[in-house]
């Protein structure tokens, strides 16, 4: 017995609704923010994460206020995450009640924030997030991964594997990577970037992109070697309580908080 | 006079520790304080903290706050979170910083590169998640909380106690190591109550209600 596998819902915000896209696109309203984290939170999830996808800046003080009130009645870790550009930005989130604060772009635009803010308030709180691609072969040797930006749009010529080890130099205490091939396909995480990333990684890594059905999360811990899988809309529609899903991991043989 | 007096030195994030309390403790007073003479007046002191050790030990003393961190967790209930807890030992190894010596013992990190779980998989530092906290006494602080109960965690070091009847649990991550200390009116846990749920809110019930019996 030991320390729990996570499980953690995720919730794409935008203009203060929970919305979900496939592929970054086509995006459907799922619900209130606030009521949707309460609901989490009584089926027993692990941490909460709040992507802000809010393409206008009029509207990012949005986020500030859900975050508050999820935080004056949900009493597990929350994550926020989008539009992070400062180390001020970091800040004014923790502020609101954010326990983590989730980096994506502007770590590659530049990497000094990350450092700059885990020194400032602790590794423990600063996540990198980081959209993968495949670009090499599939066979098992040739199989390769690049870091894409803005939402997945933009390549950037790093190699995933050695952008997350520079991550952790710099002092980010855990990673969320998220595979832009798979994410909105339902067809489960892929499972041998989430391996590779992990096993490189001294850090926790939390697997996301592409889950479909409960075997699914299972997979991401037992072959990915994933320390937390996060899911949305397997979550948002009512498909599977987190509860079931923590059910189904125990039956696997993963240690989980039930 | 406040009733809860939680104190901030400048180091992490304190939301989450007042909301926690406010929301167990609605009719209590309840301040994020760096003012030492509001420390001394209050009836309760948390000490919580997050990031490194030796940050946080610097950012007490530029607040002024070591004389009545001390004074309080000699004399009146006090709750130590995290690095709040650390902070109460002799030494720690991160930045081989000197901490408050309010008990006896070091901190250290864990060994990372050598450590796997049973099913030979690698364990990752920091140490996050919720893990298991095993009681080691009926302390009242555990009034309501069930043995073995899940508590979250996040965190590089531990605190390597020398004196064992401190301990008040354990948890384990690859070796027991202490999670919770007890000494007169001092409580101290590395996990985060405030951020664990039905569990911890409970723990910070109990402190609020706390009445320690001192034995020195």
Redesign the interface.
Known sequence: ??????IIPCLDVTNGRVVKGVNFVALQDAGDPVEISRRY?EEGA?ELTFLDITASSDNRNLILHIIEEV???V???LTVGGGVRHVDDVRRL??????KVSINTSAVMNPQLVADAAD??????IVVAIDAKQVGGTSAESMKWEVFTHGGRKSTGLDVIEWAKKMQLLGA??ILLTSMDRDGTRKGFNLPLTRAVS?A?????IASGGVGDLNHLAEGVLQG?A??VLAASIFHYGEYTVRQAKEYMRKQGIEV?L | MADIAIIDYG???L??VS??F??VAPTASIIVTSDPDEVRKATRVVFPG???MPNCMKEMDARGLRDAVVDSALNKPFLGICIGLQMLFEKSEEGDVKGLGVLPGQVRRFP??SMI??GG????????????VCQSNNHPMWKGIAN?E?F?????YFVDTADQTTVSAQ???SFPFVCAVARNNIFAVQFHP????AA??TLLKNFVQWQPIFNC
């Not at chain 1, 923790?94 to 326990?99: F, H, S």
């Not at chain 1, 990684?201 to 890594?205: C, R, S, T």
């Not at chain 2, 998989?121 to 298991?132: E, R, S």
């Open positions: 017995m030991g320390l729990a596998k996570r939170n692990d935080a004056a009645q009493f597990i870790p923790l502020n609101a009640g954010a326990d400032q308030y602790g590794a423990q709180c205490g855990e096993d990684l001294d850090i926790p890594v070697h320390d937390a908080r | 180091m992490g994030n939301h989450s909301k926690a406010e929301y997050q990031g490194a990372n590169s779980d049973a998989q690698k364990l990752k530092v920091p140490h996050m998640g919720w893990n298991q073995d899940r979250y965690f996040v965190h590089s948890s384990t991550y405030e951020k664990s749920d911890g809110l």
